[in-house]
T-cell receptor
Framework: IAGITQAPTSQILAAGRRMTLRCTQDMRHNAMYWYRQDLGLGLRLIHYSNTAGTTGKGEVPDGYSVSRANTDDFPLTLASAVPSQTSVYFC?????????????FGPGTRLTVL | GQQLNQSPQSMFIQEGEDVSMNCTSSSIFNTWLWYKQDPGEGPVLLIALYKAGELTSNGRLTAQFGITRKDSFLNISASIPSDVGIYFCAGQRNSGYALNFGKGTSLLVTP
């Protein structure tokens, strides 16, 4: 059982370029989340999806977009990357509303925007 | 989102010692979770708490959900070198809502 996979593991990107971070889960979880982790700021929610076909904004959504075409995949897109988006990005999933909603995390993507 | 106040920020202890860390919030949470993160990896769930006053153990780890629902603590007994890492608390107001994370407690254990 893989759980949650993220790709790429790391990436160096020129400012202004478009980038999509991939996230796939095989646990049939309804809800998925994207967080960024920065030193001194902890984990902050970017976007979430409570079920396939729906998405919502988290604490720091600006500059990011997501889609949830199916249960398993939840890609995060940076339309035009800026250096302040240099961070470690974690995807997470949970069973969803109405249940004990523990979130499980992927291994992360380390992104550097120059 | 509501940031949780997690303390201490870091701890440097000797193998065999007990460790205690806590998390407080000005808001009420219905769920408290404790995660551990090793370098270069994602957070791993250690303990989940769902009821005020609940005390739950996972091996050498014990966590409690505060009676006021505004705090939680995590204890690690008889620490070992592999306990090294960053421990995060997370609170959730309602099922289906996003987690609010503390900034983490960095634990170093010397043999």
């Amino acid at each position: 059982i893989a759980g949650i996979t993220q790709a790429p593991t790391s990436q160096i990107l020129a400012a202004g370029r478009r980038m999509t971070l991939r996230c796939t889960q095989d646990m049939r979880h309804n809800a998925m989340y994207w967080y960024r982790q920065d030193l001194g700021l902890g984990l902050r929610l970017i976007h979430y999806s409570n079920t396939a076909g729906t998405t919502g904004k988290g604490e720091v959504p600006d500059g990011y977009s997501v889609s949830r075409a199916n249960t398993d995949d939840f890609p995060l897109t940076l339309a035009s990357a800026v250096p302040s988006q240099t961070s470690v990005y974690f995807c997470a999933s949970s069973r969803g509303q109405g249940t004990r909603n523990e979130q499980f995390f992927g291994p992360g993507t380390r992104l550097t925007v120059l | 989102g509501q940031q949780l106040n997690q303390s201490p920020q870091s701890m440097f202890i000797q193998e065999g010692e007990d460790v205690s860390m806590n998390c407080t919030s000005s808001s009420i949470f219905n769920t408290w979770l404790w995660y551990k993160q090793d370098p270069g990896e994602g957070p791993v769930l250690l303990i989940a708490l769902y009821k005020a006053g609940e005390l739950t153990s996972n091996g050498r780890l014990t966590a409690q959900f505060g009676i006021t629902r505004k705090d939680s603590f995590l204890n690690i007994s008889a620490s070992i070198p592999s306990d090294v890492g960053i421990y995060f608390c997370a609170g959730q107001r309602n099922s289906g809502y996003a987690l609010n994370f503390g900034k983490g407690t960095s634990l170093l254990v010397t043999p």
